[in-house]
């Protein structure tokens, strides 16, 4: 992974106990990240295991879904678009103290991309037009970094 400031790199969120087909998109997923940092689209990725369900309140220990789920939360607002459905909170039943609390409940998988240390975008998301997958969003930051970086080379002069 590369460590320059100015590097755009993927991070891939995933749920281990996923049912084949969601797996399934995982793998693809993986694979359309790879081709991506191949064509030069991005400078690298991540792939990051969560829980599917995190206790908003309560917990002794600091948990990783909530801090992303802040920041995704701080992006979409600024971006003005919504993480629900995919991103929910529920109330459960906790088996370790035997109350109702509230979780909150992760997509199977999600895809947060970044320039630098700056999150630029997330997937899946919702606006009034409809929804944006993770595949959709990938496809989109291939064709704008790979439109940048063809702009970028000069035409040379012919002899």
């Known amino acids: 992974m590369p460590t320059t400031d100015d590097a755009v790199r993927a991070e891939l969120y995933v749920r281990e106990d996923l049912p084949k087909p969601v797996r399934d998109c995982r793998r693809r997923t ?24 995190v206790p908003l309140e309560g917990a002794s220990t600091p948990r990783p879904e909530r801090d992303c789920f802040n920041a995704f939360s701080a992006w979409a607002r600024e971006a003005g678009v919504r993480l629900a459905p ?27 991309v970044y320039d630098g240390e700056d ?41």
């Open 30 to 53: 993986i694979a359309h990240l790879e081709r991506l940092v191949a064509a030069g689209a991005l400078d690298g990725f991540e792939v990051t295991s969560w829980a599917k369900r």
């Open 86 to 112: 995919f991103f929910d909170t529920r109330l459960c039943y906790s088996m370790e103290t035997g109350e109702k609390r509230t979780e909150l409940v992760t997509p199977a998988v999600c895809l947060a």
């Open 119 to 159: 999150l630029r975008r997330v997937a899946p998301y919702a606006t009034e037009e409809g929804t944006t997958t993770v595949t959709e969003c990938l496809d989109e930051l291939a064709g704008e970094r790979l439109d940048d970086r063809d702009r970028q080379v000069e035409p040379g002069t012919a002899d």
